[in-house]
């Protein structure tokens, strides 16, 4: 009854939990259309040595009960209580993509695996849509420092022991995060110091039930000597089986996959603890962790490291975890410790991969941004465009589509020049459409703007986005050169005037030349009428020499030089812009003559030869009536033949 509040899709399952015992589905709210991942597990599917109303109670149920009491942002987050209806248990979470036990090669529990009950990690049973995830060094710094932040809070704050620290009951998230579940041999300890009994039994356990038995208590790979062989144990428990997680996923990550071998008899639990002492086979662990970690994985309870001070080892002295852990915490910064953090952050983020960026980085951002507060949204849009750049077009559409949509909204200048200072790689990613409902509108608030930078910088982009051909024709033509025209125009500053002349001499070749000579030329000549200035006269003279080498002696002839002479002699101008634009002047001159004459002298040569011909022809009396009947003979025979018709 409770899946029917959902959409889900069991074709795509991982699992996880005590024994793997949990399947979970990737589904979503059929109401709020949110996406949630769906745990099930029935209790006819257990194994028969632990298919007990005390194991369905005190373990599976009791994992799933506390997960909804537990608040740790790197807790599993539970959005629906568990359902127990005829002994299937449903859970519905936040999304998780998969168990860390599942990326190590452990398929139990995931539909379609035909050893479903084995007990091996092998890689290639992992389907397709696992095997492709890869985890990365950062990956593993990253979701480490997660546990520690959650275990410590558990033993400091929640006096509590974990119990089973385990790939299988950390769960990672489609953003990335590692988020720890798996609390059915939990216990209350009051301190972190104070041991409990352990009351699970970890054999030896008859041969022909020991797969079934081991299914049911914490694995031996991570569990803790004194708790497996001791029967008494603290919170350093949890040190131990966080070390061991660490060990086993810097192997696989580092050496081609390779992990130790399971470990699923208590005799030869007893023997690796023996020779633990002995040195480690460290291949593929970071020089930087090796030591800390050797502290976290001794025998005895209390020569063990500490978990705060793992965060404090080398291994963390890494910018970009730092800034993980940093965004982690922002929240709970003052506003101003906030803003000085996110003007740094953009010269970080070129420093992550493009999936951590997005994955990791941008959610963090995210949150941030919904807090709506405008000058927190300020600094974010930076660092959130700059991640933007290495996204491909579809997440570019989910993500930052909707920011876009909001800051144009604003018309705030400095809102829009963040947008300006990333319009390149904005424009890339948008559709002509888009453009024109977006960034077209935002270069228009840029030109419209009474700061002199931020036109200036509009009419740059304006000028690179034209030549590189990314701007829709029409939308060039009808709204972004008027703005320009009318900023060339005045009334305004004169450097901004003069700019816009010169992106008017950066744009007009783009256009045809009716456009050019109805419009262009009109502009050039109405935005030198009033306020002439040094810098708005070399501007449109070097505008008009372009002009006039574009559209010919008859236009320059016609419409420039007329309005370029008079110019010469204003008073504003200095001895070397006279002498510059005369030379400008001269050359215009010079087309127009050149042309000129040329057109002279192909129509007196055209002239004399049409005259020469009709003079010979009134001269030639050299013809005859003879010659003339012979002429029409010839063009008799060559005409079609006659048919006589007979009366």
């Known amino acids: 009854s409770v899946l029917k509040a959902y959409e889900w899709n069991n074709s795509h399952g991982a699992s996880g939990g005590v024994g793997m015992l949990w399947q979970t589905f990737p589904g979503k709210d059929r109401k709020t259309k949110q996406g949630v991942s769906i745990f099930i597990v029935q209790k006819k599917a257990l194994p028969r040595a632990i298919r007990t109303e005390e194991f369905w109670e005190n373990v599976i149920k009791k994992d799933a009960l506390l997960l909804t009491r537990m608040r740790h942002p790197h807790v599993l987050d539970v959005k629906r209580a568990p359902h127990d209806e005829r002994g299937v248990l449903v859970l519905v979470t936040e999304p998780v993509v998969c168990s860390l036990a599942n990326l190590l090669g452990d398929t139990r529990g995931i539909l379609g695996n035909k050893d479903g009950g084995g007990t091996g990690w092998g890689k290639n049973a992992l389907p ?234 941008f959610p963090k951002l995210l949150v941030q941004w919904k807090v709506g507060e405008k000058p927190l949204m300020l600094y974010c849009l930076p660092a959130m465009l700059k991640i933007s750049e290495r996204m491909d077009k579809s997440s570019f559409k989910e993500k930052i589509l909707p920011l876009l949509k909001q800051v144009a909204s604003y018309k705030s200048p400095q809102f829009v020049y963040v947008i300006l200072s990333n319009f390149k790689g904005l424009v890339e990613k948008l559709d002509a459409s888009t453009q024109e409902r977006i960034l077209v509108p935002t270069l228009m608030t840029g030109l419209e703007s009474k700061e002199v930078r931020l036109q200036q910088l509009a009419m740059r982009r304006i000028v690179e986005t034209a030549n590189a051909n990314q701007f829709a024709y029409s939308a060039l033509k009808t709204t972004i050169l008027p703005r320009v025209q009318k900023l060339a125009k005045g009334p305004g500053p004169a450097d901004v005037r003069a700019g816009a002349l010169n992106a008017m001499g950066n744009l007009f070749e783009l256009f045809d030349k009716n456009t050019i000579k109805e419009t262009i030329i009109p502009a050039v000549c109405d935005a030198i009428k009033f306020g002439k200035s040094p810098p708005l006269l070399r501007a449109a003279f070097k505008l008009f020499s372009s002009l006039s080498n574009t559209m010919g002696a008859s236009a320059t002839a016609t419409h420039i030089l007329p309005t370029v002479c008079p110019l010469l002699v204003e008073s504003c101008l200095s001895e070397t812009d006279v002498k510059n634009m005369l030379a400008k002047t001269q050359a215009m001159l010079d087309l127009v003559g050149k042309s000129r004459i040329r057109q002279l002298s192909d129509r007196t040569a055209a002239g004399a030869e049409v005259d020469a011909s009709s003079l010979d022809a009134a001269l030639d009396d050299t013809g005859d009536v003879a010659t003339f009947s012979d002429l029409l003979a010839k063009e008799y025979a060559t005409s079609p033949s006659i048919t006589t018709h007979r009366t």
Not at 248 to 275: A, G, M
Request: hydrophobic share 40%; net charge positive.
């Open 128 to 361: 397709p849509y696992l095997s492709n995830i890869k985890l990365t060094a950062l990956d593993l710094k990253n979701g480490l420092r997660q546990l520690v932040e959650c275990l410590d809070f558990m033993h400091r704050s929640g006096g509590m022991v974990h119990g089973n620290v385990c790939p299988a009951n950390i769960y990672l998230t489609p953003d990335g995060n590692w988020k720890l579940a798996g609390f059915g041999f939990s216990c209350k300890t009051g301190s972190m110091q104070n041991k409990v009994d352990s009351k699970l039994d970890f054999g030896p356990f008859d041969d022909k039930k020991t797969a079934d038995f081991v299914r049911g208590i914490p694995e031996y790979n991570f569990a803790a000597p004194e708790m497996v062989l001791n029967g008494r144990y603290d919170s350093r428990a949890d040190i131990f089986s966080l070390a061991q997680v660490a060990y086993h996923l810097h192997r696989f990550v580092s050496t081609e996959n390779k992990i130790p071998l399971r470990i699923s008899r208590l005799d030869d639990y007893k023997s690796w603890i023996q020779n633990l002492h002995r040195p480690l086979v460290l291949d593929g662990i970071p020089k930087t962790l090796r030591k800390y970690l050797a502290r976290m994985l001794a025998i005895d309870p209390a020569q063990r490291a500490h978990l705060t001070g793992f965060l404090g080892s080398e291994y963390y002295n890494d910018v970009l975890v730092r800034t993980l852990r940093y965004l982690d915490k922002l929240l709970q910064t003052d506003m101003k410790t906030r803003v000085q953090f996110l003007r740094q952050l953009p010269k970080v983020i070129a420093l992550f991969d493009a999936k951590s960026a997005e994955m990791k980085v």
